[in-house]
């Protein structure tokens, strides 16, 4: 990238929105000047400017919660960034995964985008999981015991998909087939492998 290809504003700044590399989830929107920029290219992580405090600030450098940039990308209009990012923990100075947690819509008015939507609800919330860590919550000590365990989930799962059919256990199966879905995803997290390389993989194949 060209940082001198960005149509900075009057105030030198432009627009950073900040999203999950792997889940897609929209983590925060700050603002970065020049020097940010080049600072974040350079370093791979997240430096953006602070309106309010008038100076540079490294995003987890007091928290920990690092921002590893993965692509940096912008707009048309060169006036707008898209960082890409392998958050190592909440983007949200209150501890949340997201700082966009609030809707300003009921839940029962969002329209479902298709039948696999479940699917990005559950990539998101796996994500949150593992940036949050909160005490308690199964995906978490799934994370804190690391691959070993995540691995063990998935063949025991696998294992109990097998019985199941075996058994022409229809109900047995659909329930043991979403426990697996859902310990191969907290693996692909676990493994830094977004589900959309799983999918292109399938695309692909469907297409030659």
Not at 3 to 27: C, H, R, Y
Request: proline share 3%; glycine share 4%.
């Amino acid at each position: 990238m060209n940082v001198e290809t960005i149509n900075f504003d009057e105030k030198g700044l432009v627009p950073a929105i900040v999203q999950d590399a792997m889940s897609k989830e929209v983590l925060t929107l700050a603002y970065m000047n020049e020097e940010s920029l080049k600072k974040t290219i350079d370093t791979k992580e997240t430096w953006f400017y602070s309106r309010s405090r008038d100076e540079l600030w490294h995003k987890g450098e007091t928290s920990g919660n690092t921002q590893e940039v993965v692509d940096l990308r912008y707009d048309c209009d060169q006036d707008a960034l898209l960082v890409l990012v392998k958050p190592a923990g909440p983007a949200c100075h209150k501890g949340d995964y997201s700082c966009f947690s609030d809707s300003l819509l009921a839940e029962e008015t969002k329209p479902v985008e298709s039948r696999f939507e479940i699917l990005n609800t559950l990539e998101n919330i796996i994500a949150k999981r593992d940036a949050e860590r909160p005490e308690g919550a199964y995906t978490t000590y799934l994370f804190e015991e690391g691959v070993d365990k995540i691995l063990k989930k998935v063949g025991e799962e696998a294992s109990e998909v097998i019985i199941a059919a075996k058994n022409r256990d229809k109900e047995e199966l659909t329930w043991e087939s979403a426990d697996l879905l859902f310990h191969l995803m907290v693996l692909l997290r676990e493994q830094e492998c977004p589900l959309d390389e799983v999918l292109n993989v399938l695309e692909k194949r469907h297409s030659s």
